[in-house]
T-cell receptor
Framework: AQSVAQPEDQVNVAEGNPLTVKCTYS??????LFWYVQYPNRGLQFLLK??????LVKGSYGFEAEFNKSQTSFHLKKPSALVSDSALYFC??????????????FGQGTTLQVKP | KAGVTQTPRYLIKTRGQQVTLSCSPI?????VSWYQQTPGQGLQFLFE???????NKGNFPGRFSGRQFSNSRSEMNVSTLELGDSALYLC??????????????FGPGTRLLVL
C-alpha cells in the first residue's frame, strides 16, 4: 500500500536554530513530493515541491527540502527557525500516472514548536 | 488573484441529515479535489473533478458525492450524516497556464459538526 510517514509527532527547536521535519514515503515510481503547512483553523498552505531535477528544493519563507531517492525521503529544513514557524506540517505525495491525478497521499503531520 | 474559497466555513448538522459544501477554485483552475481531515484518520482524499467529470475517487462510501459546474465551482454532498462525518473538509484547486499544474492550492475548509 502507498503510504507517507512522518516519524515525529512533534519537533521542538529553539528560535534561531536549524530545524528538520522528516518524511519518508512508500510509493512506486517517481512521485511528486510536497510540503504543506497548516496554522490553527486554517487550510493548508503550499510550501514547496519536488518534481524533478536538483535534490535540494527551495520554497516559501526560507524553507527548503532535500530529496533522497535511495532513502525515499523528503525532509523539510530551515537554517534558522522563527517562532512564527510554529505550526502543523504535512508531507504529501502524488503518485505519477493518469489514474492518480489530483490524489495526494498525506503523512500524519508533525507539529513544529519553536521556542523563543 | 483570489484564492480558493469555501462556504460555509462552519456547519452544525444532526445525524441523518444531509449537507452540501461549496468550493470556488482559483480563477483559471479546472481541477478541484476534496479532502477530509479528522484527528484520527488525518487527511484523506475524497475525489477530484476536472471539466465537470469525476476523475478519481478515494475510499469513501457512496454517501459522499460531488459535482463540478461549467465554471469549475464544485460542491460535495454528504447524505445520511453520521457522527463520524464530523471533520474539516478541504477543497483544493489545481491548474493554470503559468505552470505549476502539479500544485494543489487549498481553501480554508468547512468545519462540519454532526450531533
Amino acid at each position: 500500500a502507498q503510504s507517507v510517514a512522518q516519524p515525529e509527532d512533534q519537533v521542538n527547536v529553539a528560535e534561531g536554530n536549524p530545524l528538520t521535519v522528516k518524511c519518508t514515503y512508500s510509493v512506486s515510481g517517481n512521485p511528486y513530493l510536497f510540503w504543506y503547512v497548516q496554522y490553527p483553523n486554517r487550510g493548508l498552505q503550499f510550501l514547496l515541491k519536488y518534481i524533478t531535477g536538483d535534490n535540494l528544493v527551495k520554497g516559501s519563507y526560507g524553507f527548503e527540502a532535500e530529496f533522497n531517492k535511495s532513502q525515499t525521503s523528503f525532509h523539510l529544513k530551515k537554517p534558522s527557525a522563527l517562532v512564527s514557524d510554529s505550526a502543523l506540517y504535512f508531507c504529501a505525495v502524488r503518485p505519477r500516472g493518469s489514474g492518480n491525478t489530483g490524489k495526494l497521499i498525506f503523512g500524519q503531520g508533525t507539529t513544529l514548536q519553536v521556542k523563543p | 488573484k483570489a484564492g480558493v474559497t469555501q462556504t460555509p466555513r462552519y456547519l452544525i448538522k444532526t445525524r441523518g441529515q444531509q449537507v452540501t459544501l461549496s468550493c470556488s477554485p482559483i480563477s483559471g483552475h479546472r481541477s478541484v479535489s476534496w479532502y477530509q481531515q479528522t484527528p484520527g484518520q488525518g487527511l484523506q482524499f475524497l475525489f477530484e473533478y476536472f471539466s465537470e467529470t469525476q476523475r478519481n475517487k478515494g475510499n469513501f462510501p457512496g454517501r459522499f458525492s460531488g459535482r463540478q459546474f461549467s465554471n469549475s465551482r464544485s460542491e460535495m454532498n454528504v447524505s445520511t450524516l453520521e457522527l463520524g462525518d464530523s471533520a474539516l473538509y478541504l477543497c483544493a484547486s489545481r491548474g493554470g497556464t503559468s505552470g505549476g499544474q502539479e500544485t494543489q492550492y487549498f481553501g480554508p475548509g468547512t468545519r462540519l459538526l454532526v450531533l
